[in-house]
């Protein structure tokens, strides 16, 4: 996984609460068994809408996505952060994100930054008055530059470190592989097995 | 200070505990479908590692399978692929499959506990958000990304920060004509779809303890929907009764063992949860939702809501957004609106006690002339059991089309989809936008409002039925 320090990219404004997974990528994307490729696949029903906001040319290089609170409701396919880097998002900004989404997100690389709702309503206002406006986002120093705006952001310690140090789970999971094998040793026998 | 439910199961299976570092969890049972596995075994295979413990996982094919001509190879190229890529995974790697025609396929959360795999006390995963189902068994159970099946399937382990706790507290009886659906449906309508965020959920109260099983299932399923990623029913009589018997269930010694261990499982006296919330059962009406998350709920006898009259900016937008979607207007009387299709399937209501309840509605009845009823067996268990009790033929002596098992309608991943515009009555569990087709419009109900609701052709509930069945087929409407 790619080191994720600080990131600066053209902000996109996505004035909707509630993003639900399967607007980040209806199921019919789901059956492909590749891991990339999802770039189109990313919010397609609403990009067939001219005036949805990945369609202004100002906004379509965006890398840092600024979306109203809980986004990424619904299922736990990972799909919706592969389509999001897909399509170059770096990081996601929003008050709240669903708990899996969330983290998903951090095993992929894809950073999800939580800032106050009154902070993203700044920040919407500015990429709205001036799209292509470019936001930075500072895992170090954990906050959001934008123009004038300063706001602090929230990841949690463990998080931030894996990013920062671009580490893979399953290879630190695999240092304990010893602790694994004590456990098992000790659970009860009157636990279930799927094969005889 | 005592532990709840949650805390103890969650106890129970820390492997290692570091200070700034998550908690490594051991996993139990890893369930396994088509959709969110074959990146993950793509991962095993580039870094050259195996499944842990094949002996503790098993895999199903539901996301994708057709529920007509199963016998048939699978017309849609790309869900064929994903099924055999499926298929070659677990020859692969030594895992136990139930594919496509066996008597064991069905939804991976109605075949768990069919098999008496999922039990108290287990921590159960599945790259699936209804895996919260499974606490329903007071199970710690929850949906993971391909990236956590992939570290389950590497490790048998994942790294976990503690969840916060929240009771839900259902007080009081359920009235005729409400279900744990109904439940559900109104505990998401008041504490939203994010209002479970970093929570489990402990749903307790005296309405929780008279359900049986399978309604209880029902209710856990949802957590999701209110942004919980697991929800959870301490074990009781009934839940050692269902279990009982089951295929993987303990026998003899190991039984006895496992039910001294059951019974420990009851958040204590002296326990304290972060949050909790009161919901008065002897209140509740069968509820719908008019908009496009599951928090978007109702009962049946309001009106469609006015976006002006919600308190907050964003609540306000997404109101409005919602009815454009719906195309339904401020003001109209849910009763009145009328659906092309009712869907009576899933892992939330896809059970044989679902499918009894709703064969009891529509029995000796006729569906409304422009309505297709779909009925879509949870597993094929599921489907031989309503057969051996001759529900099929009352759903299609109703009019309704009885289907073999998989998720189907609720995700539409298969060719059962609503066409654009369509609008749906569904047991399902999301509403979300193009959820059962693109541009398909959802109103999630129980299995009694989706019968009765096939009956008259609008939204409704058995109360709205006259109270004798029609006996010949040409009655107008």
């Not at chain 2, 200070?19 to 969890?25: N, V």
């Not at chain 2, 075949?111 to 919260?132: I, K």
């Not at chain 2, 295929?247 to 496992?258: R, Y």
């Not at chain 2, 299995?447 to 006996?471: E, I, K, N, Q, W």
Request: glycine residues 10%; hydrophobic residues 35%; proline residues 5%.
């Amino acid at each position: 996984m790619d080191k994720f320090i600080r990131h600066t990219g053209v902000g996109v404004p996505l004035r909707y609460s509630n993003v639900d997974t399967d607007q980040i990528i209806p199921a019919v994307y789901l059956k492909r068994v590749s891991r990339t490729g999802f770039e189109d696949a990313l919010f397609s029903a609403w990009r067939h809408d001219e005036s949805f906001v990945l369609n202004h040319p100002s906004y379509r290089s965006g890398s840092v996505l600024v979306a109203g609170p809980d986004f990424g409701t619904g299922s736990s396919r990972e799909h919706a952060v592969w389509a999001l880097k897909d399509y170059g998002f770096k990081a996601v900004l929003s008050a709240r994100f669903a708990d899996i989404f969330r983290g998903n997100s951090g095993k992929q690389g894809l950073l999800t930054g939580e800032l106050d709702q009154d902070d993203i309503e700044r920040i919407w206002q500015v990429l709205e008055d001036a799209p292509g406006t470019e936001v930075t986002v500072d895992l170090e120093q954990r906050e959001v530059r934008c123009a004038e705006i300063v706001a602090p952001m929230q990841v949690d310690d463990y998080t931030r470190w894996r990013l920062m140090e671009g580490l893979d789970d399953i290879g630190l999971t695999m240092r304990h592989i010893d602790e694994i094998a004590d456990f098992e040793a000790s659970r009860p026998s009157h636990k279930p097995r799927t094969l005889a | 200070m005592g532990k709840t439910l949650a805390e103890k199961v969650w106890d129970a299976h820390v492997v290692r505990r570091a200070e700034g570092a998550p908690d490594l969890l051991y996993i139990d049972l890893h369930l396994v479908h088509e959709v969110t596995s074959p990146q993950a075994f793509e991962g095993l295979r580039l870094a050259g590692r195996q499944v842990r413990r094949p002996d503790l996982t098993l895999a199903t094919e539901d996301h994708n399978t057709p529920t007509l001509d199963i016998d048939k190879p699978i017309a849609d190229l790309t869900s064929r692929t994903q099924i055999d890529t499926l298929r070659r995974n677990c020859e692969d790697f030594g895992i136990r499959l139930h594919p496509l025609g066996d008597t064991e396929q069905g939804i991976v959360h109605v075949v768990g506990p069919q098999l008496g795999l999922t039990q108290p006390g287990m921590t159960v995963v599945c790259g699936d958000s209804h895996t919260s189902t499974h606490g329903a068994f007071g199970a710690l159970a929850f949906g993971i990304g391909t990236s956590e099946v992939e570290h389950v399937l590497a490790t048998q382990t994942l790294p976990l920060r503690p969840f916060k706790t929240m009771a839900i507290n259902v007080e009081g009886k359920l009235r005729p004509g409400t279900t744990s659906k109904d439940i559900i449906l109104a505990v998401i309508a008041k504490i939203g779809t994010g209002g479970g965020q970093g929570y489990v959920l402990e749903y307790r109260g005296e309405a929780i303890r008279s359900l049986s099983m399978e309604a209880r299932m029902t209710i856990c399923n949802m957590s999701i929907e209110a942004g919980a990623r697991a929800g959870m029913i301490a074990p009781d009589e009934t839940t050692f009764e269902y279990v009982q018997g089951r295929p993987h269930a303990p026998k003899g010694k190991e039984w006895d063992a496992a039910l001294e261990y059951w019974k420990s499982l009851r958040t204590d006296d002296d326990a304290e949860f972060d949050t909790e919330v009161t919901i008065d059962a002897e209140e509740l009406e069968p509820y719908v939702t008019w908009g496009t998350n599951p928090g978007q709920g109702l009962p049946l006898s309001s009106a469609v809501p006015d976006p002006a009259s919600f308190a907050g900016e964003a609540e306000r937008a997404a109101a409005e957004r919602a009815l454009e979607y719906m195309d339904l207007r401020p003001g109209t009387p849910l009763r009145e609106i009328t659906v092309d299709t009712v869907f009576i399937g899933s892992c939330t209501n896809g059970r044989i006690e679902d499918l009894r309840a709703a064969a009891e509605i529509v029995k000796g009845r006729r569906k409304a002339d422009d309505v297709r009823v779909l009925v879509v067996p949870g597993s094929d268990r599921v489907r031989l059991q309503a057969e051996s009790e001759g529900l099929d033929k009352i759903f299609t002596e109703f009019g309704a089309e009885w289907r073999f098992a998989g998720c189907s309608m609720c995700l539409g991943m298969n060719p059962d989809q609503l066409s654009p515009g369509e609008r749906s009555a569904s047991t399902s569990n999301r509403n979300f936008e193009g959820r059962q087709g693109k541009g398909g419009r959802t109103h999630l109900v129980s299995p009694l409002v989706a019968a009765a609701t096939g009956v008259r052709g609008t939204l409704s509930s058995p109360a709205d039925l006259d109270p004798t069945p029609l006996p010949s087929r040409d009655h107008e409407h």
